[in-house]
């Protein structure tokens, strides 16, 4: 039986490792734990030992665990996967954060249904920086027009960009042109300083080009009985 305490306890031990060979603060590295598929119970127990930062793939599937989890009110729900524009009130009403924005439509509808009382919703553009048909994400030379539109939505806050690198390349170019783009975007708008890429297989290249969010799934909650889809660690 996977313990999610001691590996969790492990993955952020490995992260500060790689945080002081990389000479970086762990104070700028935020750890996502990618609990999508996995039961509410799975949630309480990486609570239980200090995680409060949680991301779901699916919107119906974030709306029940943040409903089973309600007492639970300083948990931080990030949406990291594909969003149909059908599904967007779901996500607006529950999450802090969406790292998949690839259309000003699903920005535009976020913001409209995003109540005022829950402040704004932070958000990060999806690029598809190695160009894959079968995953979600704009081409990077349209980041700042969509960036642009983003910025002007009074109840989204642009926090900066989002990446899943084709799996299996083991070169950083990637990694380093995602860094590039964030860097680029920051000269436009200087709080979008957030790099969410790194998952379970790759998160330390990620960090060493960048990185500020790493999502982590697999490592901390064990191994899915299903074929992964795009967005998925």
């Not at 762990?26 to 930062?53: E, F």
């Not at 990077?140 to 960036?147: F, G, H, K, S, Y």
């Not at 989204?156 to 799996?167: D, E, F, R, V």
């Not at 860097?183 to 890429?197: G, I």
Request: glycine letters at 6%; a positive charge; charged letters at 20%.
């Amino acid at each position: 039986m996977n313990n999610i305490a001691e590996q969790l306890r492990l993955a952020y031990q490995n992260l500060t490792q790689k945080c002081q060979q990389f000479k970086l603060s762990n104070n700028n590295v935020q750890l996502i734990a990618v609990s999508k598929t996995k039961p509410a119970t799975d949630i309480l127990s990486a609570y239980a030992a200090g995680q409060r930062k949680f991301a779901e793939n699916y919107p119906q599937e974030l709306v029940e665990k943040q409903l089973l989890l309600a007492d639970k009110t300083d948990i931080e729900w990030h949406f990291i996967g594909p969003l149909q524009s059908n599904k967007t009130n779901l996500v607006a009403q529950s999450a802090q954060w969406v790292h998949s924005i690839d259309r000003f439509k699903i920005a535009k509808r976020l913001a409209q249904q995003r109540p005022v009382a829950l402040g704004k919703l932070k958000v990060l553009i999806q690029i598809n920086i190695s160009q894959e048909a079968s995953k979600a994400g704009i081409a990077p030379q349209m980041m700042l027009e969509l960036a642009g539109q983003i910025a002007a939505l009074p109840q989204l806050a642009l926090k900066g960009l989002m990446a899943i690198p084709a799996a299996g390349i083991n070169d950083e170019s990637s990694f380093k042109a995602m860094q590039q783009l964030s860097l680029q975007l920051q000269q436009h708008y200087p709080d979008a300083t957030e790099l969410s890429m790194g998952m379970s297989n790759d998160w330390p290249l990620a960090l060493k080009n960048g990185a500020t969010m790493i999502r982590l799934g697999t490592v901390i909650f064990g191994e899915r009985a299903y074929n992964k889809g795009p967005n998925e660690e």
